[in-house]
Structure formats: C-alpha cells, structure tokens
C-alpha cells in the first residue's frame, strides 16, 4: 500500500513536515542537544532549542544547517531521521506505510549534501525522495500558480537566508540567496545593545525584541519593550527598556541588503516577467516576512505592491508538500531533478 505524500522544509530555523490530506503535522525548530563526549543526541527541536545559550559545558546545542549550508552532517542527518520517523506511519506488524517524500533544502546546500538529506529521508522509510529549491516551494505554498508562463517574484526571509526569485514556467528565471534574515536580526539587535547600552543580550532575547518590537521603519509609532542581560561593566544582571525606533536602527544595513538585492533581481528580469510582477505585485515567505514594515520598505524601493502570504512560516512545506502533484512540470522547469534509483 503507498502512504500519502509528504512535504518537508528543512530550513535553517524550523523544520515542518506537511502531509497530503492532513496539513502541516510537525512544526520544531531545527535545533538538536548533543553530549559532547558520547555523541548522543540528547533532545531535538523545541526541548533543544529551550537550552540554547543555558547548557553545561558537556552539552552543546547545535542548529545544523544555521547558515543555509549543512555546518553538521551527521547531526542534520539524525534530526531529519529522528522528525522523518515520527510521522511516517507505521502499520501491521511495524511495516512501514512507505510515503513519497519531497524534500525542501536551503539554497546553499551542495549537490553532495542534498544526496546526503535524499539517503537520510529514504533510510527513515520513504519509497521516493524528491528535492525542491526552496523559492519554488515558497512560490506554491503561497498559493502562486508558478505552471503558467507568467512571472512571479518571490522573497522567502528565513533564519539564516534571504531568497530572491523570479518564476514562470515552473523554474527560477532569475534568483539570488543572501546570508541576511532572522538570525543576522537577532545579531544585529544584539550588538547594537551591546554597543549602545553595554548590555550583552542572548540570542533568544534578541529575537524576542524583534518579534515583539521590531520594526523596519524608524519614524512608526514608538513601542517599549524591557530587556534583562548582563551589564559589561559592572558584571551584573541588569534590566533596561528599549524602543522600537533603536530596533529599527540595529536592523537598517540588514534591510538595506535585502532591498539592495529585490531590486537587482528586478533589474536582471526580462521585460514581458516585470511586467507581469508589476501588475500581480511580489510575495514574501518566511518567518522573516512577519518583520513589521519589511514590505513596506520594498514597495518603497521598488515600486511594486507586496504582500506577505498567508501563514509565511508554512509556505514552503505546504508548497513543498503539493508540487509532488505537479513533479512532471517542475522537473521540465528545473525545479528539482529526479533521482535513478
Ligand atoms: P527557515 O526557513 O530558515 O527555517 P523560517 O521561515 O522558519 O526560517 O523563519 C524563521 C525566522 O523567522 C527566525 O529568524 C524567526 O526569528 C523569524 N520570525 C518568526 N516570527 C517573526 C516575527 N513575528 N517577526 C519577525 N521575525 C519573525
Ligand atoms: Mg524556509
């Protein structure tokens, strides 16, 4: 019997798992807990990502593909089998229902490393292992009907990358990926508080103040959030409120990269897809797309409307989930390439 399809995003911040039929049924982030002496994994997704900045010194906590690129074989591997197992269902006498599973990996991964995730998912009971690029799957999953000779521009912000592309007929026509999203704004809110406040913050905080305050306009309406770290000088746990306006600032040369980027995608487009992206707008995916004012800051340097999609988190497992209806056409495109077994 063929169990149903499913979609995996294994992205550089979380990791979603989207069945035909059923939805989005795992939703971690991409975080493992490792005994450094043993090698053994200790807790995946939500429990690790709890420990992250908090462990021992016997315990690391490691995002595996924090970068866009696989830093950690091995533990990408584990994390895949140990997501991958959990939902392929298993019958009977623990015979594996065997799904077809379509797997989205960041841009940066190499053609070694994609194998590798193709041989993890398969090992964990998969009877056909795809890989799709992860605008493409950002595109679908937004709802973009990427089969038709039209133009559709795309801005995935993940954790660790920002992507950038131009789709028709199934395939990228123009793209660019650059090492700017979520956690280079965590980074940047970090040091800026450090700097500004000689307060060292973790990166949890960091995020917590960009999601709760953030925003990519300095002149909005002005939020207060407070903050606890260590002050650098007298060594001390202290507390201090910050305002949305400095968030705004720490993230400036971020924002600016990213707009910087839109807009060269834009100029390397042939004419008949601008002009269709000029009258159908851009569409943003990802948790980063949830950055209050991002669009706005693109629609101001470009020109062109842009939406955020609905649910941007879910977009690429549930675009990655349903393009194995359409695998014939992708693959003509160059979405992703099939695999002889
Ligand atoms: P990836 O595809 O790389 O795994 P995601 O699309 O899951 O990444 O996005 C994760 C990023 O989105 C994280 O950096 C997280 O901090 C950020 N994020 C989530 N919610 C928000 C929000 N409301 N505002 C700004 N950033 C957010
Ligand atoms: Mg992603």
Redesign the pocket.
Known sequence: MAGADIGI?L??????VYVDGKGIVLQEP?VLAIEKNTKTVLAVGHEARKMIGRTPANIVVIRP?KD?VISDYEATEKMLKYFTERIVEKKGFGRLVMPRIMVCV?TGVTEVEKRAVEEATREAGAREVYIIE?PIAAAIGAGMDITLPNGNMVI??????TDIAVISLGGAVVSDSIKV???K??SAIADYIKKKHNLLIGERSA?KL??EI?TAIKDDEEQFMNISGRNMIKGLPETIKISSREIAEALEDCIKQIVVTARTVLEKTPPELAADISTSGIVM????A???NLGKRIEEATGINVVVADD??SC?AKGTGSSLSSLDLLEKGGAFKRKKK
């Open positions: 995003d992205g550089t911040a979380n990791v979603l991409s593909l866009g960041p992860e995935d912000i993940g954790g660790g990358t999203g979520g956690d704004f965590d995020e960009k999601i953030g995916t990802g948790g980063g949830l950055l209050k941007p988190l690429v």
